[in-house]
């Protein structure tokens, strides 16, 4: 009975003292919760009680789906050890948590590794106003209250809109956070300030970053980024570790096909195009799109315009059907072909034709006009001396 008591005393003793003692070690040691500065960096101090024990100490990360960050720290080690992590070397995703712990290699020669503790890697550099509803936690920097339901509202709207596109629920908490300004959503991701994203997901993480300044405008861009972004989310789901394979026009098409507020530049490029045959092959956008602002737009307005005449034509099953191929494997003209019995090229045709209203016929011959008109020229001279020769010929065979 003593015996308990006393271990009793002696494990409460060490709880307080807020001192983890490793087995057969009379080492106390405490890793401190970080101190972050969102991407610049983080800072831990890992104290030890007889840091003359122990040859050398280190410190672990792991995020979601990232390899292990092994970082030592500095020697020689004393009771106090602290330790800056520079963010912009050291690179961790945003709106991730975050696992970390130490691991000590005494001078007897032990291995000692520390329980794992865990953090959210949240932008904290600001302050955030936060709503949730159903699945959704919503947080935005900029706006009033009225701000942040509008945009809580019209996120529970588009998982409607969005369920009758897939058919696929909800299965997990998503977090979307809104920021001011493309600018200030492109710094969280490290990206050119010259670059044109407005807004961003991580399906695996179900975090979304969209771009919304408060204003006249603001419902009309929550109505068009939220869905969109949505939509990644739940092909996700369907897809799995499978969505970083799927076409990218099938990827894009459907998020923007998600839309409330369908972005009006798409069918004016569209027609421009159409009308110019500058139109980009499918085949062409199965990995990526074009790098450049107008070429990105153009291949997002045939993808969403595309997607919407399978949608339209096929139905919802063979959009979800679609998928499931490219997670089985298939390659991106292979899916097309199981699901539709036709080529991405064939599908094209009919969705030029019976969409954009193109008579292909007459585009092939106004095309090849100015090719028939170079062959003529260039032929010209040939017909012209094989005439001359064969009149020499008659003149001289004439009789005298």
């Not at 679609?322 to 539709?340: A, N, T």
Request: a negative charge; proline letters at 6%.
């Amino acid at each position: 009975m003593n015996k308990n008591i006393f271990f009793l005393f002696w494990m409460m003793s060490i709880l307080i003292g807020g001192w983890t003692f490793l087995p057969q070690q009379s080492i106390g040691v405490q890793l401190l919760p970080p101190q972050i500065e969102f991407g610049r960096s983080i800072s831990f101090n890992l104290q030890l009680k007889q840091p003359d024990e122990v040859q050398a100490a280190f410190l672990l990360l792991k995020s979601n789906g990232e390899e292990t960050q092994i970082i030592p720290f500095p020697s020689p080690l004393g009771e106090t050890n602290p330790i800056v992590i520079d963010l912009t070397t050291h690179s961790l995703r945003p709106f991730t948590t975050v696992e970390y712990w130490y691991r000590l290699e005494m001078k007897n020669g032990d291995n000692l590794t520390g329980e794992k503790a865990a953090f959210f890697y949240e932008d904290n550099r600001v302050t955030w106003q936060r709503l949730s509803a159903q699945q959704i936690n919503l947080a935005w920097q900029q706006g009033d209250l009225v701000f942040g339901q509008q945009a809580l509202d019209v996120t529970v709207q588009s998982l409607q809109s969005n369920l009758a596109i897939l058919d696929s629920p909800l299965r997990e908490t998503v977090s979307i956070y809104i920021y001011p300004s493309a600018r200030d959503l492109q710094s969280v991701l490290n990206l050119n300030p010259n670059s044109w994203v407005a807004g961003h997901t991580s399906p695996d993480l179900g975090v979304i970053l969209v771009s919304i300044p408060p204003g006249p405008d603001q419902r009309a861009e929550m109505e068009r980024q939220i869905p969109h972004e949505l939509m990644h989310i739940l092909q996700y789901q369907l897809a799995g570790e499978a969505y970083t394979r799927l076409p990218v026009w099938l990827i894009e098409g459907l998020a923007s096909i998600a839309e409330l507020y369908p972005n009006p530049e798409y069918q004016r490029v569209l027609q421009k195009a159409s009308e110019n045959d500058n139109l980009l092959p499918f085949v062409n956008l199965c990995s990526a799109f074009p790098a450049d602002l107008s070429g990105a737009i153009l291949s997002y307005a045939q993808s969403a315009s595309f997607i919407r005449f399978l949608y339209q034509t096929y139905g919802a099953s063979s959009l979800r059907d679609l998928i499931f191929s490219y997670k089985d494997g298939l390659g991106c003209e292979e899916g097309v072909r199981k699901v539709y019995g036709q080529s991405i090229a064939e599908l094209e045709t009919r969705w030029r034709q019976e969409v954009l209203g193109m008579d292909l016929a007459s585009l092939a011959w106004n095309n090849l006009q100015p090719y028939l008109l170079i062959l003529l020229l260039v032929s010209l001279p040939i017909f012209w001396t094989i005439f001359s020769s064969g009149r020499k010929g008659i003149a001289g065979n004439a009789p005298q």
